[in-house]
Nanobody
Framework: QVQLVESGGGLVQAGGSLRLSCAAS????????MGWFRQAPGKEREFVAA????????YHADSVKGRFTISKNSAKSTVYLQMNSLKPEDTAVYYC?????????????????WGQGTQVTVSS
């Protein structure tokens, strides 16, 4: 049974930082891609970043490039999203997701497994 559990969300002032964590279990990690998505009220779910478990290949959305960094700790089966220079428009529920394959990595519909989400609120 696949389980993804996010943590680390909270309230932060603009310009601040947060690190989100996603603890994963039940996956065949060597074949999997882990992604972060976010969804703000009234908006569609948006791709943030992804990492290939086997070789650490990463891909970040243009909106967060240079500010957010996805990484992983294989020993802890955990994926992280380091978020720096946060802006009010980064406010959203952030979701961790897992899939196999790298094609169309930003397509939420291709991710089979999702966490429950963690709220990030950035005040101005």
């Amino acid at each position: 049974q696949v389980q993804l559990v996010e943590s680390g969300g909270g309230l932060v002032q603009a310009g601040g930082s947060l690190r989100l964590s996603c603890a994963a279990s039940g996956l065949s990690f060597t074949r999997y891609v882990m992604g972060w998505f976010r969804q703000a009220p009234g908006k569609e779910r948006e791709f943030v970043a992804a990492i290939m478990w086997s070789d650490d290949t990463t891909y970040h959305a243009d909106s967060v490039k240079g500010r957010f960094t996805i990484s992983k700790n294989s020993a802890k089966s955990t994926v992280y999203l380091q978020m720096n220079s946060l802006k009010p428009e980064d406010t959203a529920v952030y979701y961790c997701a897992a899939r196999s394959g790298w094609v169309a990595v930003a397509d939420a519909g291709r991710y089979a497994n999702w966490g429950q989400g963690t709220q990030v609120t950035v005040s101005s």
